[in-house]
Structure formats: structure tokens, C-alpha cells
């Protein structure tokens, strides 16, 4: 399976500021995701990320607050602007590895906590 | 509607025994995989094992199984002999494969907390 290294894992920021969250792969993939979870909630998509076009947004995620960008197959990052309180959560992507089964696989998160 | 349903917010097992977690799913799709993850206090999510819609067999990985019961939409994640090691949330996935491109979306279970007892 494809190694994910997933950085910062986890960051302490104030209101106001933003974090760039980075996600390397080990291997050439298609297709990168990035996902939010709320303390104790389920996992949440902010967007797909494909290399060479623009990031799909799913409804109530939006490219001012959340700027995604995808150079190549093996990295993208995550932007978090302009944080609030309710911007702490676990923040993850993945991609997925092309197959018989098209497994997603996760980096290890980023423990966002914003004061 | 896409849609799973974990009914278990928390489970307790003792060490050694097995243990089912249930996974019910709802889609009009005939081609779709299934998807169980574990996710320890570290925050990391981990695949464990995947059965494909059209899989005849159950699926095993390990002391993972998945109790695959088609009709009645379910896909119930059996861990036999639970080691302390096991105490994590547990997350249910769906993906319907006639998405292709950026729609090739997994749809998530609230999941179901495990602790295993020693």
C-alpha cells in the first residue's frame, strides 16, 4: 500500500491565522482527498484533488477558506485561512491506490487546535 | 440515498473473545465496495479489509472478517481473539462504483467506539 507522510501531526495556532497541512506519497497517484473530522464526529470530505486541475469542493467547503493545491502526483497541501475556534478538528487526506479494489488509504493526521 | 448506519456508538469486549460490529448500508446501485477502518487515539485511520458487492466469498484479512449479508444490506465486521490493541473507533464505508473521476467518493458511518477489557 501506498506510505503517506502526513505534516504537521498536530499544531496549536491563534485565531486568525492559517496552516499549511502537507501530504507526501511514496508512489504517483490520481486521485488525492482531504478530509475534516470534528472532535468525536465522523469523517467529513472538504475536497477531491486531482494533479492537474482544480479541486472539487463539496458543499460548504469553499477555496477561500480551505486553498488546496495539487502540483504533481505525489504531494498536495491544505490551507487552512484565516482559523477560528471551530476550525479545531483532525484534518487527513488520502489517496486512493488504483486496483482491483481502489482502496483509500490515510495519512496520519494533523491534530489542528486553534485558540 | 447513500447512507450508513452504525447503531453502536460503544462496544465492550473482553480480551480474547470475538466481537461483531454491526455496518448497514442503504443504495439502489448494484456495483459498490464496502470498507471497515480503524482509527486508535493517535488519530491516524488504518484499512482493514474490503468486500466488493459482487465478492460471493466474505471477506478475511487477518483476524478481520466481514459477514457479508447482501439482502439484508449489511456488512458486519467480526474481530476474533480482540487484543488490548483493538480498543479504537471502528468506521463503516461505502463507495458506489459507477462514479468515476472527483464523484468517487466514500460515504461514512458515525462509527462505533471499541474498548477491549483485559
Known amino acids: 500500500s501506498a506510505v503517506i507522510s502526513q505534516k504537521p501531526s498536530r499544531d496549536i495556532c491563534q485565531r486568525g491565522t492559517s496552516l499549511t497541512i502537507q501530504c507526501q506519497v511514496d508512489?504517483?497517484?490520481?486521485?488525492m482527498f482531504w478530509y475534516r473530522q470534528q472532535p468525536g464526529q465522523s469523517l467529513t470530505l472538504i475536497a477531491t484533488?486531482?494533479?492537474?486541475?482544480?479541486?472539487?469542493?463539496e458543499s460548504g467547503f469553499v477555496i477561500d477558506k480551505f486553498p488546496i493545491s495539487r502540483p504533481n502526483l505525489t504531494f498536495s497541501t491544505l490551507t487552512v485561512s484565516n482559523m477560528s475556534p471551530e476550525d479545531s478538528s483532525i484534518y487527513l487526506c488520502?489517496?486512493?491506490?488504483?486496483?482491483?479494489?481502489?482502496?483509500?488509504?490515510f495519512g496520519a493526521g494533523t491534530r489542528l487546535s486553534v485558540l | 440515498a447513500q447512507k450508513i448506519t452504525q447503531t453502536q456508538p460503544g462496544m465492550f469486549v473482553q480480551e480474547k473473545e470475538a466481537v461483531t460490529l454491526d455496518c448497514t448500508y442503504d443504495?439502489?446501485?448494484?456495483?459498490?465496495?464496502l470498507f471497515w477502518y480503524k482509527q486508535p487515539s493517535s488519530g491516524e485511520m488504518i484499512f482493514l479489509i474490503y468486500?466488493?458487492?459482487?465478492d460471493e466469498q466474505n471477506a478475511t484479512e487477518g483476524r478481520y472478517s466481514l459477514n457479508f449479508q447482501k439482502a439484508r444490506k449489511s456488512a458486519n465486521l467480526v474481530i476474533s481473539a480482540s487484543q488490548l490493541g483493538d480498543s479504537a473507533m471502528y468506521f463503516c464505508?461505502?463507495?458506489?462504483?459507477?462514479?468515476?473521476?472527483?464523484?468517487?467518493?466514500?460515504?461514512w458511518g458515525l462509527g462505533t467506539s471499541l474498548a477491549v477489557n483485559p
Open positions: 508512489s504517483q497517484v490520481t486521485m
Open positions: 488520502s489517496v486512493e491506490e488504483r486496483g482491483a479494489k481502489n482502496i483509500q488509504y
Open positions: 443504495t439502489s446501485d448494484q456495483s459498490y465496495g
Open positions: 464505508a461505502m463507495r458506489e462504483e459507477r462514479f468515476a473521476g472527483n464523484n468517487r467518493k466514500l460515504i
Open positions: 484533488a486531482n494533479q492537474g486541475s482544480e479541486a472539487t469542493y
Open positions: 468486500q466488493g458487492s459482487y
